[in-house]
């Protein structure tokens, strides 16, 4: 079965300094990774997915198949980075995107 | 403005009764799902369509039930069966090919309390 375990619940770091949030999943099929955000009072939102190896708001994520983690990380935090992080897996199978979601890690960053 | 609605944002309802969320979409996407989203459990799918009048269960579609007879609404109604209905319920739709799958489009949420 497919399952996705972020191990924070919450995660506080001052501005300006890394930030690394967890994922780590199991599934044996072929995955595909993302991290969504939800900002205070505002919608669920994809940040970023594995496929696009993109840097997204100064966000990147790698997808390392030998640990099975997707760890999300930015050097230097900032404040509007405050907001809840959901790890997602994208289930191989059908063309429907249906997604195996953590439990989330709230990030708050202090000044 | 472009994305999905769900109605009503709050609903009271009391134990033995059957209440329906309301889910639209104007993305043209082809499908739609039904999330429920609780304390320190993240989001559990209920239910998806991937077509006008078909739809799949999700991981916890007991007690629950939806229709699916236009492209732009996907309807959820929680039912008397379902043993824990309180909870934090979100609608979101998606493409089903290309690059941007994967991509969820959320709605705001119903928040749905038994008393």
């Known amino acids: 079965a497919q399952r996705v375990t972020q191990p924070e619940k919450l995660l506080s770091v001052f501005k300006g300094a890394p930030v690394e949030l967890k994922c780590n999943y199991s599934y044996s099929g072929s995955p595909e990774l993302f991290w969504y955000v939800q900002y205070s009072r505002q919608r669920l939102q994809l940040l970023l997915r594995?496929?696009s190896r993109e840097s997204i708001k100064g966000f990147t994520a790698d997808l390392n198949k030998g640990e099975t983690s997707f760890h999300l990380k930015k050097p230097f935090a900032q404040e509007e980075d405050s907001a809840m992080y959901y790890c997602?897996?994208?289930?191989?199978?059908?063309?429907?995107?249906?997604?195996?979601f953590g439990t989330g890690t709230r990030l708050q960053v202090t000044l | 403005d472009g994305g999905i609605t769900q109605s009503p944002k709050y609903l009271f309802r009391k134990e033995g009764q059957n209440v329906t969320l309301s889910c639209e979409q104007n993305?043209?996407?082809?499908?739609m799902y039904w999330y429920r989203q609780d304390p320190g459990q993240g989001l559990r799918l209920i239910y998806y369509s991937q077509i006008v009048n078909d739809f799949q269960k999700g991981d916890i579609a007991e007690g629950y039930s939806v229709s699916r007879e236009k492209k732009e609404s996907f309807p959820l109604t929680v039912t008397s069966a379902q043993k824990n209905p309180t909870a934090f319920y979100l609608c979101?739709?998606?493409?089903?090919?290309?690059?941007?799958?994967?991509?969820?489009?959320f709605g705001e949420g119903s928040r749905l309390t038994v008393l």
């Open positions: 997602a897996l994208k289930r191989d199978t059908g063309t429907a995107s249906k997604l195996t």
């Open positions: 594995h496929i």
């Open positions: 979101a739709s998606s493409i089903l090919r290309g690059r941007g799958t994967g991509e969820l489009f």
């Open positions: 993305l043209n996407h082809d499908a």
